[in-house]
């Protein structure tokens, strides 16, 4: 398995959310982004997870929510890339991916998309 430090990860996964086009970062709301080592046991190959309400789904009754949690985790994605470049590119294509889904956008469109 590559090995990364935690707070190498988080820097990627910080770097990832500065390319989003600051016209989209204006729009995201009420979220948050998190890293963990691993996700649930459930699911020990996720790479990202985006848990909440998408913008999309929100009316007039969301008020006084708790913030929609993105988590990027760090064990599943070092397992299954081989180089730092390697890294870098899945980051970016799991915080994006997690970020579509706060925009309403589901996994089929993604995956047509290239972000699945």
């Known amino acids: 398995m590559l090995e990364m430090t935690r707070e190498e990860f988080e820097e990627l996964v ?8 600051p016209e989209l970062t204006r729009l995201m709301d009420n979220v948050a982004v998190f890293v963990e080592d691993e996700p649930p046991a459930d699911d020990p190959e996720l790479l990202g997870l985006y848990e909440g309400t998408p913008l999309t789904e929100r009316g007039e009754w969301y008020a006084g929510v708790l913030p929609d949690r993105i988590t990027i985790y760090r064990g599943p994605t070092l397992r299954i890339c081989e180089s730092r470049e390697d890294v870098v590119a899945e980051t970016e294509i799991t915080v994006v991916h997690e970020i579509a889904h706060h925009f309403g956008i589901d996994d089929a469109r993604l995956h047509a998309l290239g972000y699945g």
């Open 14 to 21: 910080a770097e990832a959310l500065d390319r989003i086009p």
